[in-house]
């Protein structure tokens, strides 16, 4: 039975990759700022209450898991942050440290392509509140490939709270055309998880937009 650890357990995406691994027949570990909103209790499930930048926490959470998965939401937008790179970098150390491989992000579809030279973060038109978040997945970005683990970048576009449809597209380092400007958390989550299961897209950014 394969061993996983969601950090980021309590957002959107989060508790759906909770959700689906524990369907999927997954030991899942779900690592939150609080223990609000946890599923009902499951032999297979755990539950670690903590900051992500707590090295002795993260070295915990991380010991022994097949695969990780990092999809936490930040919350103020309007001031710069570093909590995503400051984690991630925290993470990658400790999956270095226990021989763990595979790890699949939640990033955001301002660090995709827009062409061949150009981030869509860097277009004129791109919204200005999202910038400080985009900047922090910008960083997370540069980290995960200088780093030597098997890596996923997913890059949705707005997320709302609904279960998974199946109807989404994806593309490699573009926002997938054509495709919604919205997707479902499910789907987002669903994406993810079959990242993991299958291997897929491994050390790339992948574009995800609901039909």
């Not at 959107?12 to 779900?30: F, N, P, S, Y």
């Not at 670690?48 to 999809?71: K, P, S, W």
């Not at 709270?161 to 919604?180: L, W």
Request: proline content about 6%.
């Amino acid at each position: 039975m394969k061993k996983v650890v969601v950090f980021g357990a309590s957002g959107r995406v989060g508790q759906k990759l909770v959700q689906i691994g524990l369907e999927k027949g997954l030991c899942v570990t779900a690592f939150m700022r609080s223990g609000e909103g946890v599923p009902a209790e499951h032999e297979n499930f755990r539950l670690i209450v903590g900051d992500m930048r707590d090295d002795a926490l993260v070295h915990e959470a991380v010991t022994g898991q097949d695969g990780v998965f990092f999809a936490p939401g930040p919350r103020n937008l309007h001031r710069p942050i570093t909590i995503l790179s400051e984690s991630i970098a925290g993470i990658l150390q400790a999956m270095r440290t226990h021989d763990v491989h595979r790890i699949v992000v939640l990033g955001g579809a301002g660090i995709l392509q827009d062409n061949s030279y150009q981030l869509r973060m860097e277009r004129p038109d791109f919204p200005p509140f999202l910038m400080y978040v985009m900047q922090d997945h910008l960083r997370v970005y540069d980290l995960l490939r200088r780093s030597d683990r098997d890596w996923t970048l997913t890059c949705p576009v707005n997320i709302v709270p609904d279960d998974p449809a199946g109807m989404y597209v994806v593309r490699v380092d573009y926002f997938p055309e054509p495709g919604h400007f919205q997707i479902s958390a499910g789907d987002v989550a669903d994406c993810m998880m079959a990242q993991f299961l299958e291997g897929n897209f491994i050390r790339r950014r992948v574009g995800i937009a609901g039909l």
